[in-house]
């Protein structure tokens, strides 16, 4: 269960070379809730992180963690953020342990019983072994479970997670949900990025669908395949018989239909697919419920001219 909300951010707006990257975003994110940010490339997904971590400064919009605005209230607000950013940043000169420290020294008012706030890190990120190893010597893996553990070694209260499982095999993705359910658990607001539906699907409590810099719509996965997908799936392959009026019925209804490999996928709703399946009792064809990739094919479909 998701509590107080801590992270209110409204009306963000960013432009990079005079157009808008970032446009009237807003969202929240409650104590012990995972809000996820999807999109295609380009829809804006890490430039609205770094505005609500502080990195980049909006135009417009606010961003709130608690009662503090991060812009005008900076260093209690970003006492109470943690980030994991896609690309490692770690210390070099320092062992795995002493990159956990060193985080910790970055705040004030500072942490206290910094060193077994470390030890109770690494045993909870399966880091203890590695404690004084550098951290160029761990898998990839362990390398993101530094850089989250990092990100929430002083007690955070919102956690910002870009792509925190990009370029991990399945395993190490598996371990890494593992810890980010860890986080809800211990009452952090979480907000991540991903490219991985199933990620998504498996992490967010709720979902947030930009596209061009513009909120699309939000909602459980659920909500969103309904409202901007539809109800169900049908996939026809292009090369079976009794295809005579197929294609064109599908673009009479509305030419949402994607092509992929020798298969049409057509969103549909119930009384479309009575119809349809009155129009060809003949044809094979499987239905199926849509998932978040129909729903970012559906996306591609809409910005196509």
Aim: with cysteine.
């Amino acid at each position: 269960m998701s509590g107080d909300v801590i992270l209110q951010v409204d009306g963000l707006v960013k432009r990079l070379g005079g157009k808008p990257v970032v446009n009237e975003v807003g969202f929240s994110c409650a104590a012990g809730e995972v809000v996820g940010l999807l999109g295609p490339n380009g829809a804006g997904k890490t430039t609205t992180l770094r505005m609500c971590y502080g990195f980049l400064e909006p135009d417009a919009g606010t961003v709130r963690i608690g009662n503090c605005d991060i812009r005008k209230d900076n260093e209690p607000a970003s006492r109470a953020l943690g980030v994991c950013t896609q690309d490692e940043t770690f210390d070099g000169d320092f062992t795995v342990r002493g990159n956990l420290l060193q985080g910790c020294r970055y705040y004030r008012p500072m942490i206290e019983n910094r060193n077994e706030r470390v030890d109770e890190v690494l045993e909870m990120f399966g880091l203890t072994e590695y404690a004084d190893a550098k951290p160029e010597t761990l898998s990839g893996g362990y390398r993101r479970r530094l850089m989250i553990a990092r990100a929430v070694v002083h007690r955070p209260q919102v956690v910002f997670l870009d792509e925190p499982t990009t370029g991990l095999d399945p395993e190490a993705r598996i371990l890494v949900w593992e810890l980010v359910d860890n986080l809800r658990a211990q009452g952090m607001a979480v907000v991540l990025t991903t490219h991985y539906m199933d990620e998504a699907e498996r992490l967010s409590d709720r979902l947030i669908l930009l596209k061009g810099g513009k909120i699309r719509a939000t909602g459980t996965t659920e909500s969103l395949l309904g409202d901007v997908v539809g109800e169900h799936m049908v996939v026809v392959s292009r090369t079976g018989p009794n295809l005579d009026g197929v294609e064109i019925w599908f673009e009479e209804k509305g030419g949402k239909h994607s092509v992929i490999l020798t298969d049409w996928h057509v969103p549909m709703g119930s009384a479309d697919l009575a119809e349809f399946a009155g129009m060809f009792p003949h044809l094979r064809y499987e239905v199926r419920p849509p998932t978040l990739d129909d729903l970012f094919l559906t996306l591609a479909k809409e910005e196509a001219p």
